[in-house]
């Protein structure tokens, strides 16, 4: 079936950044808004960051506004959170969703498509 793909988790210090990708795969997620969540463990999960179908509207939780941004590219249909100044407690496995609600509204008020996660780890 249709699927969604991220990338680019892994090891980095605290101050530095990342920039994750949600790739789709079967489905053309300009159909879609696309929320990344975040969970660790034994913490419940937690709605990151949206991003409207038309890109014109975008969301962000308290604990990284200002730190994190998030732009979609219709021509390699991809999602990208870019995240900067990581903290430890950015550590999460990150998960990208998509809803065919159109509009970016933050958190999960049910996804259409998870993606299975990429991990990423903020320690020195």
């Known amino acids: 079936q249709l699927q969604l793909v991220e990338s680019g988790g892994g090891l980095v210090q605290p101050g530095g950044s990342l920039r994750l990708s949600c790739a789709g795969s079967g489905i053309s997620l300009d159909n879609y808004s696309i929320n990344w969540f975040r969970q660790a463990p034994g913490k419940e999960r937690e709605g990151v960051s949206c991003i409207s179908a038309s890109g014109a509207s975008t969301a962000f939780a308290d604990s990284v506004k200002g730190r994190f941004t998030i732009s979609r590219d219709n021509a390699k249909n991809t999602v990208y959170l870019q995240m900067n100044s990581l903290k430890p407690e950015d550590t999460s496995i990150y998960y990208c969703?998509?809803?065919?609600?159109?509009?970016?509204?933050?958190?999960?008020?049910?996804?259409?498509?998870w993606g299975k996660g990429t991990l990423v780890t903020v320690s020195s």
């Open positions: 969703a998509a809803s065919g609600f159109r509009l970016c509204v933050l958190g999960d008020y049910g996804m259409d498509y």
